[in-house]
Nanobody
């Protein structure tokens, strides 16, 4: 059974940091890319950051460049999203998702999804 389990969300003040984790199981992790997406109330789901397991290539949305860092521990089948200098506009439910091959920015391309973790940044 394929599972993606996010953790690490919470409530933080503006300027603070959080580290999200995405633990994967049930598929060959090295064959997949992992993406982090977020969805705020009333807004569409948007790509935040992605990483390809094959070569470690990464993607960052312009809104998070320089503040967020994605990394992968292939031995643990886990992808992390380190979020620094958080802003109130980062408030959303954050999801991780998996797609076979290289990363995609379009969430519709992803095969598997986690249940999401809430990130709330207070001003």
């Amino acid at each position: 059974e394929v599972q993606l389990v996010e953790s690490g969300g919470g409530l933080v003040q503006a300027g603070g940091s959080l580290r999200l984790s995405c633990a994967a199981s049930g598929f060959t992790f090295d064959d997949y890319a992992i993406g982090w997406f977020r969805q705020a109330p009333g807004k569409e789901r948007e790509g935040v950051s992605c990483i390809s397991s094959s070569d470690g290539s990464t993607y960052y949305a312009d809104s998070v460049k320089g503040r967020f860092t994605i990394s992968s521990d292939n031995a643990k089948n886990t992808v992390y999203l380190q979020m620094n200098s958080l802003k109130p506009e980062d408030t959303a439910v954050y999801y991780c998702a998996a797609v076979k091959g290289d990363y995609m920015v379009d969430p519709h391309e992803y095969d598997y999804w986690g249940q999401g973790t809430q990130v709330t940044v207070s001003s």
